[in-house]
């Protein structure tokens, strides 16, 4: 049966890494390209509040979703359009990106373990690695890719704002149904083993840590418009910022809005990559024109 899971999962992701040993660079190279095409999904743009913004309980009482101090005060920002990947890139994907441009594999000490195989999110690969991983899969397909900056990540994590804790089916934290099961499985799975977000996202709760293309700031009050903070300013945080909160830690310690900052040379925690498409329409529309 866990076989058979897997493989529905690899299924499932679009990923066809048992053919990849068979063609060409060049034929791999476009596989991969289809593949990213085919799982970019269209996040329409809007309004939300982003960060914490809490509920009211069952008594009327207004209750924070989770302990992150930074994840205050909720603040009004405004998205443009743009598309997401529907899965954490792969080992698999990740290694071909490498052997094209001539850079070293990530996690080479580990590759002998069922975490670091094909259809696994890669980690251990440094923020200016990740961005260029999607930066270079953007030029191979036309669009203007990159990491996304956090108001994009959350947002889409959020369902286009939803008020929820977790990027689960419903919202809700169920180990073992829509979740890892830390008390069973402590590393990650296979992309796409758990129920996407309403919006058709795998694994942005619990699976790894995600780079964003933001430097950490403090949130401000005040409207904003597509925030970005890539650009290293003076006096402000020199660390980026990672969302997703990974595999580890209790309800509390992994809902979305636990905001981590990682130095952008780290290569020790469990941080994986999400691309995003800086493109105002849905990309299969615009291929079409």
């Known amino acids: 049966m866990k076989a058979q899971k897997i493989l529905q999962t690899i299924s499932a992701a679009g990923l066809i890494t048992t053919l990849l040993a068979s063609c060409s660079p060049t034929e791999e190279i476009n596989a991969l390209k289809q593949r990213t095409l085919d799982n970019l999904v269209f996040v329409e743009g809007g309004t939300f509040m982003m960060g914490d913004v809490g509920y009211e309980d069952e008594n009327g009482q207004f209750r924070n979703f989770g302990p992150d101090a930074d994840a205050f005060p909720a603040h009004q920002v405004t998205l443009t359009s743009y598309s997401i990947l ?16 001539g850079r070293e594999k990530p996690m080479q000490r580990f590759r002998k373990e069922v975490y670091t195989g094909p259809d696994y999110p890669v980690k251990g690969v440094t923020w200016d690695e990740s961005r260029a991983y999607c ?59 758990w ?15 995600e780079w964003t293309v933001d430097y950490w700031r403090a949130y401000r009050p005040g ?12 006096l402000k945080s020199d660390q980026k910022v990672t969302r997703g909160s990974g595999i580890l830690g209790g309800r509390g310690q992994i809902t979305l809005y636990v905001r981590a900052v990682r130095d952008q040379d780290n290569t020790g925690a469990g941080i994986g990559i999400r691309c995003v498409a800086n493109h105002p329409e849905p990309i299969t529309e615009a291929r079409a024109k």
Do not use: C
């Open 223 to 234: 409207a904003v418009v597509n925030p970005r903070h890539d650009e290293y300013q003076k």
């Open 135 to 193: 930066q270079w899969i953007g030029e191979q397909l036309g669009y203007p890719m990159d990491l996304p900056t956090e108001a994009q990540w959350e947002y889409a994590a959020r369902s286009r704002g939803k008020a929820v804790a977790y990027a689960t089916d419903n919202g809700e934290f169920e180990p073992g149904r829509n979740i890892r099961d830390a008390t069973k499985i402590w590393h990650p799975m296979p992309v796409g083993s």
């Open 86 to 101: 529907r899965y954490e890139i792969t080992y698999a994907e990740y290694d071909l990106f490498a052997e094209v441009t």
């Open 195 to 209: 129920p996407p977000n309403p919006l058709g996202l795998y694994d942005m709760t619990g699976n790894v840590d």
